[in-house]
């Protein structure tokens, strides 16, 4: 069982703000509680589409300190989708995040 926080940078009230998230509820608060997050900010439907934390970039360094995974900004997408078992999204995910080509300069 895990904690993640994604990398994603969402602008609000002069904040820069992330994604954090868990494998369980449990694991989600007991992080959140270590990092100082109050419960009043926890999301889940049927408001958001998915149990979460907005969390601002120190509280994301603060996670990661305390055991936390770092997943880039599509972490969340492929946490969901493995939920679902929802193979396509998975394989639109690797697409994405495999390495592109250079170009060649001639």
Do not use: N
Request: a positive charge; hydrophobic letters at 40%; proline letters at 5%.
């Amino acid at each position: 069982m895990a904690v993640y926080v994604d990398d994603v940078k969402i602008p609000y009230r002069g904040m820069i703000m992330c994604h954090m998230f868990a494998d369980t509820r449990e694991e989600l608060h007991a992080m959140a509680d270590k990092i100082g997050v109050r419960r009043k900010w926890f999301q889940c439907p049927p408001k958001a589409r998915w149990e979460h934390y907005d969390i601002c970039r120190t509280k994301r360094a603060a996670a990661i300190r305390h055991g936390a995974i770092a997943t880039d900004r599509y972490g969340a997408s492929e946490f969901l989708s493995r939920k679902k078992r929802d193979q396509k999204m998975l394989d639109r995910l690797a697409h994405v995040r495999a390495p592109k080509a250079e170009p060649l300069l001639l």
